[in-house]
């Protein structure tokens, strides 16, 4: 299913593992209270990239665990400190009267939210839907999208395709990250 991403991991020199299996998933989840969702388990499945700035989920050193549980906090994290740059939604109802109440709305928005599955660097899947969630590259309140799923994403980040390339009317919307874009 992923051949032509692998393919292209290994052409940019990407340094790669034997996929992860069932158990090894479900243990990977478990650790940092995810889901992964289907699509990344089945591109995981089939291999698991591994060089500088992938994120080597097979290794349960406590140094890995704490950088990659830091890694899935820091989208949520940079929110709450950015929170004054967040536009606020009509979707989300009348603009609070201050910024304490602002400030709580968001911060509940952020907690009923999925968090964001890190992949790369600061490039993150979305995990509402089980295929073509797509991807975000979040640098402190900087977020973009960076791909309309998990395979334009890889061709995007190692330059198969350009950027401009996204179709933003098919991205899927993401509960809140999509919002404050």
Not at 53 to 59: A, E, H, L, Q, V
Not at 126 to 150: H, K, R, T, W
Request: glycine share 4%.
């Amino acid at each position: 299913m992923y051949k032509k991403i692998i393919e292209k991991l290994h052409e940019v020199g990407v340094l790669c593992s034997k996929g992860l299996d069932e158990t090894e998933i479900k243990e990977i989840e478990n650790c940092y209270q995810i889901h992964f969702p289907e699509e990344l388990k089945k591109f995981y499945n089939e291999v698991l990239p591994i060089s500088d700035g992938f994120y080597n989920w097979r290794d349960f050193s406590e140094k890995n665990i704490e950088k990659i549980k830091e890694k899935i906090l820091y989208p949520s994290k940079e929110i709450i400190e950015n929170i004054e740059m967040i536009d606020w939604q009509k979707k989300w109802g009348p603009l609070p009267k201050n910024s304490t109440e602002k400030y709580d709305y968001i911060l509940k928005k952020i907690s009923a939210s999925q968090p964001l599955i890190p992949l790369y660097g600061h490039r993150y899947l979305a995990n509402q839907f089980s295929y073509n969630n797509p991807v975000f590259s979040i640098y402190g309140s900087d977020i973009i999208y960076y791909g309309e799923n998990l395979t334009q994403y890889f061709m995007i980040e190692f330059k198969y395709e350009k950027h401009s390339t996204i179709d933003y009317n098919r991205i899927k919307k993401v509960d809140f990250w999509s919002d404050i874009l």
